[in-house]
T-cell receptor, first 107, second 113 residues
């Protein structure tokens, strides 16, 4: 079993829909990252969370440390949100990654 | 300010050769970490350097090595290349090790033929 599990693997949405991507992990961590990877490979760090909730524009990330679960929400989705979203955790001073969720937002 | 710069962007090497990839961190960032991304294994941590010292190493064979210079620039080296080493190699920098808000470079896409 992977230490970091993401769901769903693939997600297709219509423009304007509310999107949720989930991440569960089985290791002790001090923080969790949400990353965005566009075609071509470049990775952007969206959020770092150690507790509670963070919001940036249309993106919201939440984490429940006790339940070892995090969610990334996108409100009013747009085709430019199409990317792979990756959850990563920091145990033992390295990084463990989920397999990613491929999001396609159709106009 | 300039982002994390990785060179080269693309590289084709022959099996058995060695390769060196370069990563220049954001100015002021002293920690550099390296990752390998393949379709089969996804993203995997290779190693992290801080102040010219390797702090952590992922589960990769000794053919994968790295170093960091006094200006925080880092290189990684893969010797005796295998077909399975074909991957996107990403580096990320941060101000302190294990710090949050890693900033990633665009990666070097290595193809081993």
């Amino acid at each position: 079993k992977n230490e970091v599990e993401q769901s769903p693997q693939n997600l297709t949405a219509q423009e304007g829909e509310f999107i949720t991507i989930n991440c569960s992990y089985s290791v002790g961590i001090s923080a969790l990252h949400w990353l965005q990877q566009h075609p071509g490979g470049g990775i952007v760090s969206l959020f770092m969370l150690s507790s509670g909730k963070k919001k940036h524009g249309r993106l919201i990330a939440t984490i429940n440390i006790q339940e070892k679960h995090s969610s990334l929400h996108i409100t009013a989705s747009h085709p430019r949100d199409s990317a792979v979203y990756i959850c990563a955790v920091n145990p033992d001073n390295d990084m463990r990654f989920g397999a990613g969720t491929r999001l396609t937002v159709k106009p | 300010k300039a982002g994390v710069t990785q060179t080269p962007r693309y590289l084709i090497k022959t099996r058995g050769q060695q390769v060196t990839l370069s990563c220049s961190p954001i100015s002021g960032h002293r920690s550099v970490s390296w990752y390998q991304q393949t379709p089969g294994q996804g993203l995997q941590f290779l190693f992290e350097y801080f102040s010219e010292t390797q702090r952590n190493k992922g589960n990769f064979p000794g053919r994968f090595s790295g170093r960091q210079f006094s200006n925080s620039r880092s290189e990684m080296n893969v010797s005796t290349l295998e077909l399975g080493d074909s991957a996107l190699y990403l580096c990320a920098s941060s101000q302190t090790p294990g710090a949050f808000g890693y900033t990633f470079g665009s990666g070097t896409r290595l193809t081993v033929v």
